[in-house]
C-alpha cells in the first residue's frame, strides 16, 4: 500500500511487532478455529460412506455438520486476525480444553440430525466418549444405524486416540508455534523426534501402517464370521479404529459377542493391546531398539498388575464356578481383563452377566485394571503404566532409606526410553495424577449413587468413565439423569487431558472473573 495509508513503521518494526505474542483469548480462538476447520474436512469421509453405501438421506447430515464446522471455524479465526508467534504453557492448555468442547459441540450436529438420539446433550455424550475413547454409549437402536453414522462414530474414537487437536494442527502446516504445549495438554509428553512436527508426522504413519494390517486382519476374520465382503470390510474398518485407539465403540449392541468367533476376539486382542503401548515404544521398535520392549518400565509395571490381576479374577471366576472350560474362561475372563486394563472396553458377555454372574473379587479386579490403564502417550487412560512403576519404585525406595543407616545415600534407577533416577519431582507428578483419577472415581460413585444406582454397578461405572474405559454393567442409558450425564461428559474429558488442561482452564476462569471490570 501506497500513500497516506501505508505502514511507515519500516520493516524491522514491523516484524518485531508481528512477533510481539497476542493475548491468551486470542490464541485459543486461533487454533480452535483451525481445530473447527479441520473437523469440516473429516466429515466428509463418513459422506463418502453413506454415498457409496447408498444412504442418500444420510449426506445431508455431514453436510450440514461440515458447513457449521466451517463456518464457525472460519469466524473464529478471523476474529483473531493474527496467527500467535508464541504459544505460552498455560495458553497451549486452555487451548485444546477448549477446543475439546468446541469440537465435541460441533460433531455432535450429524450425530443429533441422525435421530437415533433423544436429544442434543445425549449426541455430545457419545462424541466425548469417542473423542476420549471411552466407549460408553447413549445411542439408540444402534443395530439399525447407517454406515455413515458409524464411520462417524468409529473415526471420531481413531482421531481422539492419536491425539485430534495436535495432528490437526500439526498436518496444516509445518512450523505452527508451540505445537508441544498442546502435545503435552491432550495428554501425552513423549517426543519421538526432535520436531514436534515430525513427531506428528511420525504417529500417524504408525497408526496408518497398523489401519492397513489391523483392517485386513479383521476382514479375513469378519468375512470368516458369515458377513459379506462388503459388510466385513466395513465392520473391519471400524473394528480396527475402535481397537487401536482403544476405544470400545462396535458397530452392533452386542459389541464383540455379535460376532460369536475366536479369531474376531482374538484380532481386537492383539491390536487392543498393541494399541495400549507406548507410541514411543512403537517407533523406538521400529528403528531396531527392540531391547527397550524388555527395559521399559511401563511394560514391566503392565505385564506385572496384569499377570497379578489376571490370575486372581481367573481364580475367582473358576471358584464361583461361571465357566467350566479353560477356553471360555480365557474369551471372558482374560479378554475382559485385559480389554479393562488396556481401557479399551470391547465385550464379549452381556452387561448383566458381570453383575448377576461375575463374584465380587473378579468385579474388583476389573475395577482395577480400569484404574491403572495402558501407557502414557498412547491412545489409553487411566494412571499409566509408567507412573504406577513410578509408584512402586517410590514405595520400596522409601522403605530402603527407612532400612538402611542415616548416612547411607539411596538412588533408584529405572528405564524409560532411557535411563533416569528417581527424584521427588518425578514422584509428585506421578502420585499427583493418581491422587486426581482416585477422587474423581470416587465422586462419580457417589453421584451415582446419589441417582439411586446400587453401589457395585456405581463404583464400577465411575472406574470405568474415569479411565475411559467403556465397560459398562449396564448403568449407563439414555435414562439417566440429565444432571449424571453431564457429570460424565466432564469426567470423560477431564480423564483423557489427565486434568491439568482442565485445571489450567477452571483457574483461568476464576482469575477472569477476580478481573477488575
Same mark, same amino acid.
Given at each position: 500500500m501506497t500513500g497516506a495509508f501505508a505502514d511507515q513503521?519500516? @520493516?524491522?518494526?514491523?516484524?518485531?511487532?508481528?512477533?510481539?505474542p497476542i493475548g491468551t483469548l486470542f490464541v485459543i480462538?486461533?487454533?480452535?478455529?483451525?481445530?473447527?476447520?479441520? $473437523?469440516? &474436512? %473429516?466429515?466428509?469421509?463418513?459422506?463418502?460412506?453413506?454415498? #457409496?453405501?447408498?444412504?442418500?438421506? $444420510? &449426506? @445431508? *447430515?455431514?453436510? %450440514?455438520?461440515?458447513?457449521?464446522?466451517? $463456518?464457525?471455524?472460519s469466524t473464529l479465526v478471523l476474529l483473531c486476525r493474527t496467527a500467535p508467534s508464541r504459544v505460552y504453557w498455560s495458553q497451549g492448555m486452555l487451548t485444546v480444553a477448549v477446543s475439546w468442547l468446541l469440537s465435541m459441540i460441533v460433531c455432535a450436529v450429524p450425530s443429533w440430525l441422525s435421530g437415533h438420539y433423544l436429544s442434543f446433550v *445425549?449426541?455430545?455424550?457419545?462424541?466425548?466418549?469417542?473423542? =476420549?475413547? =471411552?466407549?460408553? &454409549?447413549?445411542?439408540?437402536?444402534?443395530?439399525?444405524?447407517? *454406515?455413515?453414522?458409524? =464411520?462417524?462414530r468409529h473415526l471420531l474414537s481413531y482421531l481422539g486416540g492419536q491425539g485430534m487437536i495436535v495432528l490437526a494442527l500439526s498436518f496444516l502446516a509445518h512450523g505452527f508455534p508451540g505445537l508441544y504445549t498442546l502435545y503435552v495438554g491432550e495428554g501425552k509428553d513423549e517426543r519421538l523426534l526432535p520436531s514436534m512436527w515430525r513427531t506428528a508426522r511420525a504417529i500417524w504413519f504408525i497408526s496408518v501402517v497398523y489401519l492397513l494390517v489391523g483392517t485386513g486382519a479383521f476382514a479375513v476374520a469378519t468375512r470368516q464370521a458369515g458377513l459379506s465382503a462388503y459388510r466385513g470390510l466395513l465392520h473391519a474398518f471400524w473394528l480396527f479404529m475402535s481397537a487401536w485407539s482403544t476405544g470400545g465403540f462396535a458397530p452392533q449392541s452386542q459389541s464383540i459377542l455379535f460376532y460369536h468367533s475366536r479369531i474376531v476376539e482374538a484380532v481386537a486382542l492383539v491390536v487392543f493391546v498393541l494399541g495400549s503401548l507406548n507410541f514411543g515404544l512403537h517407533y523406538a521398535v521400529w528403528s531396531g531398539n527392540r531391547r527397550e520392549v524388555t527395559r521399559n518400565l511401563e511394560i514391566r509395571s503392565f505385564l506385572v498388575t496384569s499377570a497379578i490381576l489376571t490370575l486372581i479374577s481367573l481364580a475367582a471366576l473358576k471358584v464361583s464356578g461361571v465357566y467350566s472350560t479353560g477356553e471360555v474362561l480365557f474369551r471372558?475372563?482374560?479378554?475382559? !481383563?485385559?480389554?479393562?486394563?488396556? =481401557?479399551?472396553?470391547?465385550?464379549?458377555?452381556? @452387561?448383566?452377566?458381570?453383575?448377576?454372574?461375575? @463374584?465380587?473379587?473378579?468385579?474388583?479386579?476389573?475395577?482395577?485394571?480400569?484404574?491403572?490403564?495402558g501407557s502414557a502417550s498412547s491412545t489409553a487412560g487411566g494412571f499409566k503404566g509408567v507412573r504406577v512403576g513410578i509408584a512402586a519404585k517410590t514405595v520400596v525406595h522409601e522403605l530402603r532409606r527407612l532400612l538402611l543407616p542415616e548416612s547411607a545415600v539411596v538412588v533408584t534407577r529405572f528405564h524409560f526410553f532411557r535411563d533416569h533416577v528417581l527424584? *521427588?519431582?518425578?514422584?509428585?507428578?506421578?502420585l499427583l495424577v493418581i491422587f486426581l483419577y482416585t477422587v474423581t472415581v470416587s465422586v462419580t460413585a457417589v453421584?451415582?449413587?446419589?441417582?439411586?444406582?446400587p453401589l457395585q454397578e456405581s463404583l464400577f461405572e465411575a472406574a470405568s468413565v474415569t479411565?475411559?474405559?467403556?465397560?459398562?454393567?449396564?448403568?449407563?442409558?439414555?435414562?439417566?439423569?440429565?444432571?449424571?450425564?453431564?457429570?460424565y461428559i466432564l469426567v470423560m474429558w477431564s480423564g483423557r487431558l489427565e486434568f491439568m488442561a482442565? #485445571?489450567? !482452564?477452571?483457574?483461568?476462569?476464576?482469575?477472569r472473573r477476580r478481573l477488575p471490570q
Open positions: 513503521t519500516g @520493516p524491522h518494526l514491523r516484524k518485531a511487532r508481528e512477533k510481539r480462538t486461533y487454533y480452535a478455529g483451525i481445530v473447527l476447520r479441520w $473437523v469440516a &474436512v %473429516i466429515m466428509v469421509i463418513p459422506a463418502l460412506v453413506s454415498a #457409496l453405501s447408498g444412504e442418500w438421506s $444420510v &449426506v @445431508p *447430515d455431514f453436510l %450440514i455438520g461440515a458447513g457449521v464446522a466451517l $463456518v464457525g471455524g *445425549d449426541a455430545c455424550f457419545d462424541v466425548m466418549s469417542g473423542f =476420549t475413547t =471411552t466407549g460408553l &454409549v447413549l445411542i439408540q437402536d444402534l443395530d439399525h444405524v447407517s *454406515d455413515g453414522l458409524n =464411520t462417524w471372558k475372563g482374560v479378554f475382559h !481383563l485385559l480389554s479393562a486394563h488396556t =481401557t479399551t472396553g470391547f465385550m464379549t458377555i452381556y @452387561p448383566s452377566m458381570l453383575v448377576v454372574s461375575w @463374584p465380587a473379587l473378579a468385579m474388583f479386579c476389573v475395577v482395577l485394571a480400569q484404574l491403572l490403564g527424584g *521427588d519431582r518425578q514422584a509428585r507428578a506421578a453421584a451415582n449413587l446419589a441417582a439411586g444406582y479411565g475411559n474405559v467403556g465397560l459398562t454393567a449396564g448403568l449407563t442409558s439414555a435414562s439417566m439423569p440429565l444432571g449424571l450425564k453431564l457429570h482442565v #485445571l489450567v !482452564l477452571v483457574g483461568y476462569l476464576i482469575h
